[in-house]
């Protein structure tokens, strides 16, 4: 039993202050374990809208619901739109009878549904599968070969694991996605969630997918957005600020669940994944969706000039201003590249995630820190306060100020 204490905590912390939390991410990755396991043995009452009885009791919403305390769920929420007018009623209520906890499978749709009929009323908590917090350090190497959506990693073995990723993107596109409304063909999307994942870590062009597919320019910008829209992939926007220098100012896209990113290059096994030409960018990818998972930034970016200087990961993170960069090597070097982002960007720190097993120095503001410490404590293990005595100059550099 793998128990994700902080998801569970973040969702518990949510229904505390909140009149109603949306739980939402793909098909599969565990909301309704997670939504049970918050219900524990309180009083709850459950709506599951693939079940014919759940849907039953829900022919007249505002009855059903209205006499209920306690904690209310609704699974698979994107099934019914007409609910959430109901639930705005619902939750406006004073004092509160309950409180509702919905679950759905991402999609714009049902964000853009959210937050017009549930504007002010409702958190929104995005997940995806496990992540290595959940797993543990000594887990790294599995969980980065499977992925993290449960099934897939849980398998007993690694043929089963692939079987099951191949089967989870075939009735994704065929039968999900239609679902949620979408018309493109769905051999057409594999063949550019593909494009993406042989692009994995690079600046998007719109250019070159397009000519494959003989599509548009922006139809091929229109298939990325839908893509990053149910969680599938990653844009990493571009940061740029008033330099004097030329910046990149088109994102970088990453498939997000590096199982599935290894399934569509045809990667079957660990020996496979470390002599591929994608093996680096895919430990990139990795490294960036834990360090964001572990650390909740309020903002996440990438930074690049034409020059040549870039910065994997910049961070927000209370006033904090963080770095990031994912090297899968032995013993990761202080670069010119570092050093320029340090300056340009005014970074506080910038920590290497690398995958070796000790922590150590390259200055006074750049640590190679092991991967495996995002698992032990985020953004504590990963960015310590600083004390130092460059912290003491500042402060009283501050003082003096005054």
């Known amino acids: 039993m793998i128990r994700r204490t902080g998801l569970l905590s973040r969702i518990r912390t949510a229904l505390s202050r909140s009149r109603a939390v949306a739980l939402v991410g793909p098909r599969q990755c565990g909301k309704t374990t ?27 919403p505002m ?9 209310v769920v609704i699974d698979e929420v994107q099934l019914r739109p007409d609910l959430f ?25 049902l964000l853009r549904q959210t937050s017009e009929s549930l504007a002010g009323r409702i958190e929104i908590i995005e997940i995806g599968g496990f992540s290595l917090a959940d797993l ?23 043929a089963a694991s692939a079987a099951w990723r191949a089967q989870f993107v075939r009735s994704f596109l065929e039968r999900e996605l239609p679902q949620l409304g979408v018309t493109i063909p769905a051999q057409a999307l594999r063949r550019f969630w593909t494009m993406i994942a042989h692009y994995h870590g690079q600046i998007w062009s719109a250019a070159e997918p397009a000519r494959s597919l003989g599509v548009a320019e922006t139809t091929a910008r229109r298939y990325l957005d839908l893509l990053t829209g149910v969680y599938m992939v990653r844009q990493l926007q571009p940061w740029h600020e008033n330099l004097g220098k030329r910046q990149v100012k088109s994102p970088k896209t990453y498939v997000r669940d590096s199982g599935l990113l290894h399934h569509l290059l045809g990667i079957n096994a660990e020996d496979e994944l470390l002599a591929h030409p ?32 870039e910065l994997d990961l910049l961070l927000f993170k209370n006033g904090r201003r963080l770095g990031i960069e994912a090297k899968r090597a032995d013993a990761p070097a202080l670069t010119r590249s570092m050093r320029i982002a340090l300056e340009d960007l005014k970074l506080e720190q910038l920590v290497v995630l690398y995958p070796g097993p000790q922590r150590y120095a390259l200055s006074d503001r750049v640590t190679v820190v092991p991967l495996a410490m995002v698992a032990e404590g985020g953004v504590a293990a990963l960015f310590p306060k600083r004390t130092g005595a460059r912290a003491v100059r500042k402060q009283a550099a501050s003082r003096r100020d005054e």
């Open 34 to 60: 997670l939504a049970r396991a918050v219900a524990g043995a309180g009083r709850t009452h459950y709506f599951d809208l693939e079940d014919p009885r759940s849907l039953a009791r829900l022919a007249e």
């Open 63 to 71: 009855t059903a619901l209205e006499g209920l305390r306690g904690l």
């Open 85 to 109: 007018p109901v639930l705005r009623v619902l939750a406006d209520r004073k004092p509160l009878p309950a409180r509702f906890l919905v679950l759905g499978s991402a999609s714009p749709a």
């Open 136 to 158: 543990g350090a000594r887990r790294l190497a599995r969980h980065w070969q499977r992925g993290g959506f449960p099934l897939s990693y849980l398998a007993r073995s690694q």
């Open 278 to 309: 994608k093996c680096g960018a895919s430990w990139e990818g990795y490294a960036i969706e834990e360090a964001i998972e572990a650390i909740q930034p309020d903002d996440a970016y990438f930074w690049a000039t034409h020059q040549g200087a």
